[in-house]
């Protein structure tokens, strides 16, 4: 029997019989796009992150670009953020035809470094674009306050971090804007691409809704150069039957992490990741880092265990981004990391015999060394 890196299935299973008439009635309405399924699922959400204002968009990159150009990031802005992320949040800045100016991550946790950020900040900076990599919240109080003595906006990426806080705050709330991602493998997945950018504010909310919607506050009334980019009413029916498990399925990941914890801590040559202090994780991912990644990676992947690198490049030494000229060197911690993380196994159903056999198959591998 295999270990999927990602059991979607057991979350369909919870919800498919709840989802089924809201769909009919999607189908049977034929309201396809927004509609009030949309209406409600951004209602709810927004309360879930414990803001005023959350637009569903059609995947998480375009929530970033929309976040974006919503404070007015455009050529010749640079933006910050960390060297090691899902190449979405490069992208997104691109796409506004600004700047991504890569920043490196603290040894730890694998956050943007808020040391670093500081000595990054030029006349040209217009926003800090942290991201909340593998459930954990990046130190965003610090962040903010950079933010605040450089007169630039705090949006951030957390796409890997719906459930998550620091210091009791929720992430998705603690930024100008935030963008987020419903691709289905994340902590609250959509069944197909989906996103959303949440935000307190009401005008700043707005602009992301019109561009979002062909620059169109109204039927054929044009305002802006927009783009079409609106969440699906069949994608807003599985999210909120899913919303209404998120923080029971964030408690079962986080009971995992627990057992990972107990179950590898015997081991040697196994880094173990740690929570930051103040921060409530939600274990979008489970990263451990060993040496011979690789060559663990292929035998736990030969005993039929999901395994994943989250990521394998950093953003600078993808042939995407070589145009940003920085070489190997560039960012220390991120590429010393590449090399070495490993992602085992994690998602709410994840039982403890599986676990056991991660933790099994992940010491023997680590043992041959
Ligand atoms: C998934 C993800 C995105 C992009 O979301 P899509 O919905 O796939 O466009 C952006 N940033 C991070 C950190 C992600 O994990």
Redesign the pocket.
């Known amino acids: 029997m295999t270990i999927p890196l990602v059991d979607l299935a057991s979350q369909h299973a919870e919800i498919a019989d709840e989802i089924r008439p809201a769909l009919e009635r999607v189908f049977a309405t034929t309201a396809f796009v927004g509609g009030p399924e949309v209406a409600a699922f951004e209602r709810e959400y927004a309360e879930y992150v414990g803001v005023a204002h959350c637009v569903g968009v059609a995947?998480?990159?375009?929530?970033?670009e929309l976040a974006l150009r919503a404070v007015g990031v455009g050529p010749g802005d640079e933006v910050l953020l960390p060297a090691n992320?899902?190449i979405?949040?490069a992208e997104?800045v691109s796409h506004v035809g600004a700047t991504p100016v890569l920043v490196d991550v603290d040894e730890e946790h694998l956050l943007i470094d808020p040391a670093r950020v500081e000595g990054a900040i030029t006349d040209r900076t217009k926003a800090i674009l942290p991201?909340h990599?593998f459930g954990q919240t990046a130190f965003v109080e610090e962040l903010q306050r950079l933010a605040d003595a450089a007169g630039v906006v705090l949006i951030e990426?957390a796409?890997?971090a719906q459930g998550a806080r620091r210091w009791g705050r929720p992430a998705g709330s603690l930024g100008r804007l935030a963008?987020t991602?419903?691709?289905p493998g994340?902590n609250l997945g959509a069944a197909g691409?989906?996103?959303a950018v949440t935000t307190d504010d009401p005008e700043l909310a707005e602009r992301v809704r019109i561009t979002a919607a062909h620059g169109s506050p109204s039927k054929y009334v044009h305002d802006v150069v927009g783009r079409n980019s609106r969440l699906d009413a069949v994608q807003a029916v599985y999210l909120r039957a899913k919303l209404a498990r998120l923080e029971k399925w964030n408690q079962l990941r986080r009971e995992a992490a627990t057992r990972y914890d107990e179950l590898l801590a015997p081991f040697d040559g196994i880094r173990r990741p740690r929570p930051a202090a103040g921060n409530e994780d939600v274990w979008h991912l489970y990263v451990v880092r060993v040496d011979e990644r690789d060559r663990v990676l292929d035998t736990l992947a030969a005993d039929g265990i999901g395994v994943g690198i989250h990521y394998p490049t950093p953003v600078h030494l993808t042939r995407a981004y070589s145009h940003l000229g920085l070489g190997p060197g560039s960012f220390p911690v991120a590429e010393a990391a590449a090399r070495r993380i490993l992602s085992l196994p994690m998602f709410p159903h994840l039982s403890m015999d599986q676990q056991e056999r991660v933790a099994d198959a992940l010491a023997r591998a680590v043992a041959v060394a």
């Open positions: 995947n998480g990159t375009d929530a970033i992320t899902f979405a949040t997104a991201v990599l990426d796409a890997q963008a991602s419903f691709y994340k691409d989906a996103g």
